[in-house]
Nanobody, 123 residues
């Protein structure tokens, strides 16, 4: 079993900042990557930012220069620092875990989603 605990969402005014956290625990042998996705009402879920175990990052064009993803490998935790927030950033933000676990003596690749945290940017 894998658990992802997300925190840090909330209501913020335009131009403000929020920091999301996602801590992974459970039957995880190693982590390939962790990331944040978001889904606004009536829209498809989209990648916001992701970071590999080696530290390589990938951002959606809409958040480049405003959001920063980082991770603490020792704590299996990923963070998303969101600055200069805009109303269009309003969405449910989901943490994603790409990981390796062992089953029947073999390594397996797994993909796990958090339950989501609401971010609302409004005056």
């Amino acid at each position: 079993q894998v658990q992802l605990v997300e925190s840090g969402g909330g209501l913020v005014q335009p131009g403000g900042s929020l920091r999301l956290s996602c801590a992974a625990s459970g039957s995880i042998f190693s982590i390939n990557a962790m990331g944040w996705y978001r889904q606004a009402p009536g829209k498809q879920r989209e990648l916001v930012a992701a970071i590999t175990s080696g530290g390589s990052t990938n951002y959606a064009d809409s958040v480049k220069g405003r959001f920063t993803i980082s991770r603490d490998n020792a704590k299996n935790t990923v963070y998303l620092q969101m600055n200069s927030l805009k109303p269009e950033d309003t969405a449910v933000y989901y943490c994603n875990l790409d990981y390796v676990f062992w089953r029947l003596g073999l390594p397996r690749q797994g993909d796990y989603w958090g339950q989501g945290t609401q971010v609302t940017v409004s005056s």
